[in-house]
C-alpha cells in the first residue's frame, strides 16, 4: 500500500528497510548454494534462476492486477527470497516446468491471494514443495547423485527425461529403503549433504549474528529433531534413522534457519517460538518415519503455520511491570 | 556509586546530536512584543482566567485560577498590560485553539511581592496548596502537576526518590545544560524535595554522555556536603529517560501503567522541577520561565531561559534558523510534536524548540506491509509486542488492542524508530488510543444519561403516587367538611351564619356590579363616537345578522327567562 | 453389544451431570441480554425508534419485536455491534427513525425564552434548569442531545449547536491514508 502518512514523531528513522532484510537473507543463503554447485554441479543454479524469473514475472503481474505499486513492492526481494527457497528445497533436476509451476502457485495463490507480503498464513515455498509433491511425486523424488554431468542436467531439466541412469534417491529416501533392505546408503551422497547443510548452517550463523532471526527456532527445532532420532534410535537402530542423518540429509538445516524462521507465517514471541519448533520437529521426524514421502519438512511447517496464531496468543511475554501476572491469551 | 544497576529490554540508540546545543551559557531572550500563556498548560483540568482585558499585571501574579485540586495556577511572566484573553492556537498537535491571557509587556519586568514558604511551620497541606499556587508543573515533558506528586506525610514512607536527569532524547540539552550551570540550585531544589518527602535515599539518574553534569552535581553535593544524595551514571539508551524507564534501571522496580510508583515507594521527578521547587519554596517565585532547547536546522544551536508565552518564533530567532526551515517541532526527534505555526508560544511543556527542514527530517519513506519481524518487540522498553498491536489499532479492533496493553505504550517511538517497513506504528497506536478515550467518554456520558433517564421515571413514578394520594386525602377532607357544615347549618341559632352570608352577598354583588361596569364600558368603545362611519355600518351589519340569526334560531333556543 | 449400551448409558449419565452441574454452577440472573442490548444503546433517550426511551427499545430488540436499525444517534457503529451482539445481518440505518447526525447539545437562547417549563418537563434526563417565569438553561454536559426539547418550545428558543472540537477532546486521526498506484 503506498499512501501518504501523517509525519508525526519520531522523525528520524533507523536506516532499515524490508528490501535490506530480504537480501541479507539471499546473502546468508549463498554458503549453501556454493556447496551445492560444488557438490552437485551447477544445475542447481538454473533451478535458482528459473524460480527467480517466475518469482519476479509472477509477482509483477499480481502487484499490476492488484493495483499495488510494482517497483516498490518488487525491489523488497521478497519474492527472490520465495523463489530460492523453492528451488533449493526441489530437486536440482526436476524438469523446468515443475519449478516454475511450484513458483507460480506460491506467489500468486500462497502469497498474493491471501493479500501479498506480510499475509500469507502458510510459508509460501513449502506450498509449492508440498502441492508439487502431492501432485508429481516421482519428479520430485528424482535426485542427482554427486558429482554428476552438467549437460546431462541440463538435458534433465529442458529435455527428454533420461533421468534413471544418473538420480538416485535423496538419503533419507535411500534410508528408508536401505533399512527395510538392510543395505547402507551411499557414503557419499551422505557426505555431500552433510556439507550442503554445514554451508546453510553458516548463512544461519550469519542470519543469527545479524539479528534476523533469534536463537530460539534454529536451536529447538535441531535439538528436538536430534533428541528424538537419538532416543529412537537408540531404542531400535534398525527401524529408526540416527540423529546425524535427520539433521544432516534433507532439509532440516535449510528448515531450521530459513524456512521456519520466516515471521509472517511463523510464531514471534519466544516461548511460542520454542514450541513451534519443537513441534514442527516432531513433525518431521513423525513423517520422515511413518509418512509416506521422502521428507517432512514442508509438511510439518504448514501445519505448524495453522498453530502459530493460537500459540502467539497464548504465549504473550510479560509486559513491562506485569511480569508475574498472567497476560496474554483469552481474558 | 556501588549501587546495582537494573536495566530495561529494549531501547534503541538513535544519534544523539547533543553537541548541536550543548556549548555556551543560558541566554535570555529579550522581552517579545506581546506574551501568549495558554491558561491549560499541565495535565488535569483547566484553570480559570482571572485577569481581563485591560488589567496590569506584575510578574508572578497569578492570572489563571486552579480549577479543583488536579489543576495548577498559571502566572503573568512579565509585568505589563493585558490586552486581551482570548482563543489562541496552542502548542499542540491539533492547531486548536485555547483560552490565553495576551500581555503586552511594559518593559520593567518587575516581580510583584514574593512569597517564599517556611517549611520548617509549614503543614504539608500548605506546602502542596504553595507549589498548587505557584503552577509548579514537571518540567520534565509531561506537564504533572507536582503538588500532586510531592505528598507529605504518605502513609507508605518514600524509600526512594528519583531525580531524572537522563534527557534520553536526542538533540535536548536543556536539563543537561541547567546541570552544569546551575546545579547548586538543582541540589538545593533535590534537598528541599528531601525534606518535605523524607525517601531513605535519593538518586539522581545520568546519563554517561554527560560527563560534565555529572561532574558539576557531583560537586554541588560534596559543596553542600548532602549525603542524602547521590549521582548515579547510567547507561546512554533511549528512553532511559523515560520516568519508569529510569525507576526500573536505579532501582528493578517496575512501575506497571495506571498504578503510582509511590505505592512501590518510588517517586521521579525532573530535575528543572527540581529548580522550580526551589524557587517557588525559598524565592517564593511562580513558574514564569523554563530553559528551552534550540536545535536542528540552525545557524548556532543553544539553550536559553524563556518566559512562558514567547512566541517561538521569537526564541528561534536568536539562533538563526536556516532559510529552508519548514517547520518547529517542540520536544526532540522521538517522542516531539509537529507545531501548528511559528508563532505558537513557549509553555512549560516546552524544553526542546527542534527546527526542521525537509533536509534534516525527510519525509519518511512509503509504508510497507508488516513482516511481522519482530524488530519492534525488540526495541521496545515497555515489553509490548507493538506489531500486534498495530494489527489490531489498523483494524480498528480496540478491544483486542486493550488486551494486548496497548495503554502500557509510552509512545516513545523506539517501535517506528527501527521499523524496516517504515509504519508509522506510534501513531497507530495514538489513533487507538485517542479512539477508545472517546468511546470510554461517551460510554461514562451514556451511563449517566441512563441513571439520569431511569430517575426521572422514578420520579414521576413517585410524583404521580404522590398526587394520587394527595387527590385521595383532599376529596376525603373535602367531604368531612361538607358534613361539618351540613352540620352548622342545620344548627337552630345560626346568628353568626347570617351575619357571614350577608357579607358575602355584598362581596359577589360587588363583584357583578364590576363586571357590569366592564361590559359597558366595552359597549361603550364599540359605540363611541370615535369610530368611523365605515365601521359604524359594519357594526351595524354584523347586529342585523346577528338579529336574523336569533330569528332563525328561536324555535331551538331554550326560552328566555 | 451389552458393553456398547452400558457405555453409552455411562456416557449420557456423565454428560448429564456435567450438563446439570454446569446450569447450576454458572445459572445467569435476569435477563443480561436486555441489559446487554441497552449498554449499546447511546441513552440518548430521543424515542426517534418509535418507543419511549432506550431501554424499552433494548426490550423490543430482545423480544424480536423491533429491528437494530432503527437507533439514529447510534448510528452505523451501534447496529453492528447489535448485528454482532445478536448474530443478526447488518442493516443500514432505517431512514425512516431518522439520520445520523454530529453529536450535539441544545442550546437555550436566554433573550427568547419566557419561562414557561414546557422543555423541561419535556427532557428526559433533567438536563434543563428553571422554574416557572424564570430563565431556563441546559447543562450542557447532561444533554444527550435528543432534540425532545424542540418541539414544545412556544418561542423556538431552543437550537441545537454541534459539540466543538477543542483540545481536550480533539482526536488522533487514522495515520495513513491509502492512494492506489495509478495504472
Not at chain 1, 498474493?112 to 500469507?120: A, I, S, V
Not at chain 1, 542436467?153 to 538419503?171: E, K
Not at chain 2, 542524602?228 to 529510569?246: D, F, I
Not at chain 3, 451389552?2 to 451431570?17: K, W
Request: proline content about 8%; overall charge neutral; hydrophobic content about 45%.
Amino acid at each position: 500500500m503506498l499512501a501518504t502518512k501523517s509525519n508525526n514523531s519520531p522523525f528520524v528513522l533507523k536506516p532499515a528497510s524490508v528490501r535490506s532484510v530480504m537480501v541479507r537473507v539471499l546473502l546468508a543463503l549463498i554458503p549453501g548454494v556454493v556447496a551445492y554447485v560444488w557438490l552437485f554441479g551447477p544445475a542447481i543454479l538454473v533451478q535458482i534462476a528459473l524460480a527467480s524469473l517466475t518469482a519476479l514475472a509472477a509477482e509483477a503481474i499480481a502487484l499490476h492486477l492488484r493495483r499495488k505499486p510494482v517497483w516498490l513492492f518488487i525491489s523488497d526481494g521478497s519474492a527472490l527470497v520465495t523463489a530460492w527457497l523453492i528451488a533449493l528445497s526441489f530437486p536440482p533436476i526436476a524438469p523446468w516446468w515443475l519449478v516454475v509451476l511450484g513458483t507460480l502457485f506460491a506467489i500468486v495463490v500462497a502469497k498474493h491471494l491471501y493479500g501479498g507480503l506480510g499475509q500469507n498464513p502458510f510459508n509460501p515455498a513449502m506450498v509449492a514443495f508440498a502441492l508439487m509433491i502431492v501432485a508429481y511425486p516421482l519428479a520430485m523424488s528424482q535426485w542427482p547423485a554427486p558429482g554428476g554431468d552438467f549437460s546431462q542436467h541440463l538435458n534433465a531439466i529442458f529435455g527428454h527425461r533420461q533421468v534413471d541412469a544418473m538420480t538416485m534417491a535423496t538419503p533419507l529416501d535411500a534410508l528408508r529403503t536401505a533399512l527395510h533392505s538392510g543395505a547402507t546408503p551411499a557414503a557419499d551422497s551422505t557426505n555431500a549433504w552433510l556439507w550442503i547443510s554445514l554451508g546453510y548452517a553458516l548463512g544461519g550463523l550469519y542470519l543469527l549474528q545479524q539479528r534476523l532471526i533469534t536463537w530460539h527456532l534454529p536451536v529447538a527445532f535441531l535439538a528436538t529433531l536430534g533428541l528424538i532420532a537419538s532416543i529412537a534410535c537408540y531404542a531400535d537402530p534398525v527401524r529408526f534413522g540416527s540423529p546425524v542423518f535427520h539433521l544432516f540429509s534433507g532439509g532440516a538445516v535449510l528448515g531450521a534457519f530459513f524456512i521456519i524462521t520466516d515471521p509472517v507465517s511463523g510464531c514471534t514471541t519466544p516461548r511460542g517460538k520454542l514450541i513451534f519448533a519443537t513441534l514442527a520437529a516432531l513433525l518431521v521426524w513423525i513423517i520422515r518415519t511413518f509418512g509416506a514421502y521422502p521428507d517432512g519438512v514442508a509438511f510439518a511447517v504448514l501445519l505448524m503455520n495453522i498453530a502459530a496464531p493460537l500459540i502467539d496468543m497464548y504465549t504473550q511475554p510479560p509486559v513491562f511491570g506485569h511480569k508475574g501476572k498472567r497476560t496474554g491469551g483469552l481474558s | 556509586m556501588l549501587n546495582k544497576l537494573f536495566s530495561f529490554n529494549g531501547g534503541v540508540t538513535p544519534a544523539y546530536e547533543k553537541t548541536r546545543s550543548a556549548e555556551g551559557p543560558i541566554l535570555p531572550v529579550p522581552l517579545p512584543a506581546e506574551l501568549v500563556i495558554p491558561l491549560h498548560q499541565h495535565v488535569g483540568g483547566p484553570p480559570r482566567p482571572v485577569v481581563q482585558a485591560g488589567d496590569r499585571v506584575t510578574k508572578g501574579q497569578r492570572i489563571g485560577k486552579a480549577d479543583g485540586n488536579a489543576s495548577a495556577t498559571v502566572h503573568a511572566s512579565t509585568s505589563g498590560l493585558v490586552s486581551a484573553v482570548e482563543m489562541r492556537r496552542m502548542p499542540h498537535s491539533s492547531g486548536l485553539s485555547a483560552l490565553s491571557v495576551i500581555i503586552k509587556p511594559d518593559g520593567l519586568d518587575a516581580w510583584g511581592t514574593a512569597k517564599p514558604l517556611d517549611l520548617h511551620t509549614a503543614s504539608p497541606t500548605e506546602i502542596r496548596d504553595h507549589l498548587m499556587q505557584m503552577g509548579v508543573v514537571g518540567l520534565g515533558g509531561a506537564v504533572f502537576p507536582t503538588h500532586l506528586k510531592i505528598v507529605p506525610g504518605q502513609p507508605k514512607a518514600l524509600e526512594t526518590l528519583v531525580i531524572n536527569g537522563a534527557e534520553c532524547e536526542p538533540f535536548i540539552t536543556c536539563d543537561d545544560l541547567l546541570m552544569r550551570q546551575r546545579a547548586d540550585t538543582v541540589i538545593a531544589g533535590v534537598a528541599l524535595m528531601c525534606q518535605i518527602m523524607k525517601p531513605d535515599r535519593t538518586l539522581i539518574g545520568i546519563e554517561d554522555n554527560k560527563p560534565e553534569a555529572i561532574r558539576a552535581m557531583q560537586q554541588a553535593i560534596e559543596a553542600q556536603h548532602d549525603k542524602r544524595l547521590e549521582v548515579v551514571s547510567v547507561p546512554t539508551r533511549y528512553p532511559a529517560g523515560g520516568a519508569k524507564q529510569l525507576i526500573r534501571v536505579l532501582t528493578g522496580i517496575e512501575v506497571p501503567h495506571g498504578e503510582r510508583s509511590t505505592d512501590y515507594g518510588v517517586q521521579c521527578f525532573n530535575v528543572g522541577t527540581a529548580v522550580a521547587v526551589h524557587d517557588a519554596i525559598k524565592l517564593g517565585r511562580p513558574l514564569v520561565s523554563r530553559i528551552v532547547t534550540v536545535s536542528g536546522n540552525v545557524r548556532r544551536g543553544g539553550n536559553y531561559d524563556v518566559l512562558i508565552g514567547t512566541p517561538m518564533r521569537d526564541v528561534v530567532a536568536l539562533s538563526e534558523a536556516h532559510a529552508d526551515t519548514n517547520r518547529y517541532i517542540m520536544g526532540g526527534p522521538m517522542m516531539g510534536v509537529v507545531m501548528p505555526g511559528m508563532e505558537v508560544p513557549v509553555v512549560k511543556a516546552t524544553n526542546c524548540i527542534l527546527v526542521g527542514s525537509p533536509k534534516m527530517f525527510p519525509p519518511p519513506p512509503p509504508e510497507m506491509p508488516c513482516i511481522r519481524c519482530g524488530e519492534c518487540a525488540i526495541a521496545c522498553p515497555a515489553d509490548l509486542q507493538p506489531f500486534e498491536l498495530y494489527w489490531f489499532s489498523r483494524a480498528k479492533i480496540f478491544g483486542k488492542a486493550q488486551e494486548y496493553h496497548l495503554f502500557d505504550c509510552i509512545e516513545c517511538g523506539c517501535c517506528a524508530y527501527v521499523c524496516p517497513s517504515h509504519i508509522p506504528l506510534v501513531d497507530y497506536y495514538r489513533f487507538a488510543k485517542s479512539e477508545i478515550w472517546a468511546r470510554e467518554h461517551e460510554k461514562e456520558a451514556a451511563d449517566h444519561a441512563r441513571e439520569r433517564y431511569e430517575f426521572r421515571q422514578y420520579r414521576e413514578e413517585r410524583e404521580k403516587e404522590e398526587k394520587a394520594a394527595r387527590l385521595a386525602a383532599k376529596t376525603a377532607a373535602g367531604r368531612e367538611k361538607a358534613t361539618a357544615a351540613l352540620a352548622v347549618a342545620e344548627q337552630p341559632d345560626g346568628s353568626n351564619n347570617t351575619a357571614e352570608k350577608d357579607a358575602k352577598k355584598a362581596l359577589i354583588a360587588a363583584a357583578l356590579a364590576r363586571a357590569k361596569q366592564q361590559q359597558e364600558q366595552a359597549a361603550a368603545i364599540n359605540t363611541a363616537a370615535a369610530l368611523s362611519a365605515e365601521q359604524q355600518a359594519e357594526i351595524a351589519a354584523i347586529e342585523a345578522r346577528r338579529a336574523e340569526i336569533r330569528e332563525v334560531a328561536k324555535p331551538h333556543l331554550p326560552p328566555d327567562n | 453389544m451389552l458393553a456398547a449400551v452400558l457405555v453409552m448409558a455411562l456416557g449420557a449419565i456423565v454428560l448429564g451431570a456435567a450438563l446439570g452441574f454446569a446450569s447450576v454452577k454458572f445459572r445467569v440472573e435476569g435477563d443480561p441480554l436486555v441489559e446487554k442490548i441497552d449498554a449499546i444503546l447511546p441513552q440518548t433517550q430521543c424515542g426517534q425508534c418509535n418507543y419511549p426511551g432506550c431501554k424499552p427499545y433494548a426490550e423490543a430488540i430482545a423480544k424480536g419485536e423491533a429491528e437494530i436499525n432503527q437507533c439514529p444517534p447510534g448510528g452505523e457503529e451501534g447496529i453492528r455491534k447489535l448485528a454482532d451482539l445478536l448474530g443478526r445481518e447488518f442493516k443500514p440505518l432505517s431512514s425512516e427513525h431518522g439520520v445520523e447526525k454530529p453529536k450535539s447539545v441544545a442550546f437555550i437562547d436566554e433573550q427568547t425564552c419566557i419561562g414557561c417549563t414546557l422543555c423541561i418537563q419535556a427532557c428526559p434526563v433533567d438536563a434543563i434548569v428553571g422554574a416557572a417565569k424564570q430563565m431556563h438553561t441546559i447543562i450542557a454536559d447532561q444533554c444527550t442531545g435528543c432534540e425532545l426539547c424542540l418541539p414544545p418550545c412556544p418561542v423556538d428558543c431552543i437550537t441545537m449547536e454541534p459539540i466543538a472540537e477543542t483540545v481536550e477532546n480533539w482526536k488522533w486521526k487514522y495515520p495513513v491514508f491509502p492512494i492506489r498506484s495509478t495504472h
